[in-house]
């Protein structure tokens, strides 16, 4: 499908008076009285060349604007505290007229009170050509973001003026929980890197440690006979190995009670470290899951970089906002592991966790205290 002609077109322009502009006509006025109480030539000649100017000021910066074309690039996510980068592409159909001195700012009210945005500028852009600038946008908090409205404004060539545009181009953007440095230590009652128990039974398995060997039967693949050990036995054996399976770890959140004050600080910061986790434990083979039950949340363990980014992506758009559900017992197997992030180290009977990461002590499980972003209540 073509893109819509239309989209790159401002939907509203402005102009107003800058303060150097006001101070400017405020001396244009007092010249005008002064030229007729004296009749001073050389006081006529200074207010035309004032009204000169502030009709050049606008003649220029208007002409530019009126044929000028701006167009945004779509956002990928990114986390919370992490700068994203802001594309834009500024194109001047104007025969005649370049563009000077331009300021490209998001104009979106509600994006600028979550997070700190850094306009981007161009210095020229020549009659019927583009021209490209970058600005910058710094995401507080975790959540679904929309940078919509774009602002671009002039106040070439004096600055008694300033002129804009207005685009109304919508961008979503995901903003995944903040990443955090972690202790190595936190899984430490998990081994990492293919934590597999061999299981020794009566029957072989797929794993690849060496059970046994047994006769070929009918439908065995070929790669699995044994030629040696077949030749001396004068009829075909297999390899049969040892059957395995990986321990499992759940990462279970329990938020604070309604009554605590610091209840939304403290759920940001499980949210974060449980997100953390995972990010770090993706390229592993230890499977992970995450039990939320207040929010209705349930992953089962896995691993891998695809398993991860469901889960922060469902993590970046948790509502805590909602009532909470109540809490259920998480579903663990034998040998799974349970992580329990809360405040507190008080456990209930309902959760057997083999550790408790308590959010109130960042320094049990952060490498650097000062490293805690100020929205999960560190110091700026």
């Given at each position: 499908?073509?893109?819509?002609?239309?989209?790159?077109?401002?939907?509203?322009?402005?102009?107003?008076?800058?303060?150097?502009?006001?101070?400017?006509?405020?001396?244009?006025?007092?010249l005008?009285i002064?030229?007729?109480?004296?009749?001073?030539?050389l006081?006529?000649?200074l207010?035309g060349?004032?009204?000169?100017t502030?009709?050049?000021?606008?003649?220029?910066?208007?002409n530019?604007?009126?044929?000028?074309?701006l167009?945004?690039?779509?956002?990928h996510?990114?986390?919370?505290?992490?700068?994203?980068?802001?594309?834009?592409?500024?194109?001047?159909?104007?025969?005649?007229?370049?563009?000077?001195a331009?300021?490209?700012?998001?104009?979106?009210?509600?994006?600028?009170?979550?997070?700190?945005?850094?306009?981007?500028?161009?210095?020229?852009?020549?009659?019927?050509?583009?021209?490209?600038?970058?600005?910058?946008?710094?995401?507080?908090?975790?959540?679904?973001?929309?940078?919509?409205?774009?602002?671009?404004?002039?106040?070439?060539?004096?600055?008694?003026?300033?002129?804009?545009?207005?685009f109304?181009?919508p961008?979503?953007?995901l903003?995944?929980?903040?990443?955090?440095?972690?202790?190595?230590?936190?899984?430490?009652?998990?081994?990492?890197q293919?934590?597999?128990?061999?299981?020794?039974?009566?029957?072989?398995?797929?794993?690849?440690?060496f059970?046994?060997?047994?006769?070929?039967?009918?439908g065995?693949?070929?790669?699995?006979?044994?030629?040696?050990?077949?030749?001396?036995?004068?009829?075909l054996v297999v390899?049969?190995?040892?059957?395995?399976?990986?321990?499992?770890?759940?990462?279970v959140?329990?938020?604070?009670?309604?009554?605590?004050?610091?209840?939304?600080?403290?759920?940001?910061?499980?949210?974060?470290?449980?997100?953390?986790?995972?990010?770090?434990?993706?390229?592993?083979?230890?499977?992970?899951?995450?039990?939320?039950?207040?929010?209705?949340?349930?992953?089962d363990?896995?691993?891998?970089?695809?398993?991860?980014?469901?889960?922060?992506?469902?993590?970046?758009?948790?509502?805590?906002?909602?009532?909470?559900?109540?809490?259920?017992?998480v579903?663990?197997?034998?040998r799974?592991?349970?992580?329990?992030?809360?405040?507190?180290i008080?456990?209930?009977q309902?959760?057997?966790?083999?550790?408790?990461?308590?959010?109130?002590?960042?320094?049990?499980?952060?490498?650097d205290?000062?490293?805690?972003?100020e929205?999960?209540?560190?110091?700026?």
């Open positions: 499908m073509d893109a819509d002609p239309t989209a790159d077109r401002a939907t509203k322009r402005e102009s107003k008076l800058t303060f150097g502009g006001l101070m400017y006509i405020a001396v244009t006025v007092f005008a002064g030229a007729v109480n004296s009749q001073n030539n006081l006529f000649w207010f060349v004032a009204i000169a502030i009709f050049v000021s606008g003649l220029i910066s208007g530019a604007l009126m044929r000028t074309r167009h945004a690039k779509a956002l996510e990114v986390h919370a505290g992490q700068r994203v980068h802001l594309h834009y592409t500024i194109t001047n159909q104007s025969r005649f007229f370049p563009l000077f331009c300021l490209v700012s998001e104009y979106s009210r509600s994006v600028t009170k979550r997070g700190v945005l850094l306009p981007a500028s161009v210095v020229h852009i020549a009659p019927n050509s583009s021209g490209n600038c970058v600005g910058s946008f710094v995401p507080a908090h975790r959540g679904r973001y929309v940078l919509r409205d774009i602002r671009l404004s002039t106040r070439f060539p004096f600055g008694l003026l300033q002129k804009s545009l207005v109304d181009q961008r979503p953007l903003v995944l929980p903040h990443p955090l440095r972690l202790r190595t230590d936190l899984l430490r009652n998990a081994k990492t293919g934590d597999e128990s061999i299981r020794r039974s009566m029957h072989g398995g797929q794993s690849n440690e059970w046994g060997l047994r006769e070929y039967r009918p065995d693949p070929r790669r699995r006979i044994a030629w040696k050990q077949s030749a001396k036995r004068d009829a390899v049969e190995h040892a059957e395995s399976f990986s321990m499992r770890i759940w990462l959140i329990i938020e604070p009670e309604a009554g605590d004050d610091a209840q939304q600080v403290h759920a940001e910061r499980a949210i974060a470290i449980a997100g953390s986790i995972f990010e770090h434990h993706a390229k592993k083979s230890v499977p992970i899951g995450l039990w939320y039950p207040q929010r209705d949340v349930r992953f363990p896995h691993s891998g970089r695809a398993h991860a980014g469901r889960v922060l992506r469902m993590l970046a758009t948790l509502d805590l906002e909602d009532e909470p559900l109540a809490y259920t017992p579903p663990t197997r034998t799974d592991r349970v992580l329990l992030i809360q405040r507190g008080r456990t209930d309902l959760v057997n966790a083999a550790r408790v990461i308590d959010t109130s002590r960042p320094d049990q499980w952060l490498i205290t000062k490293s805690l972003p929205a999960l209540g560190g110091r700026s």
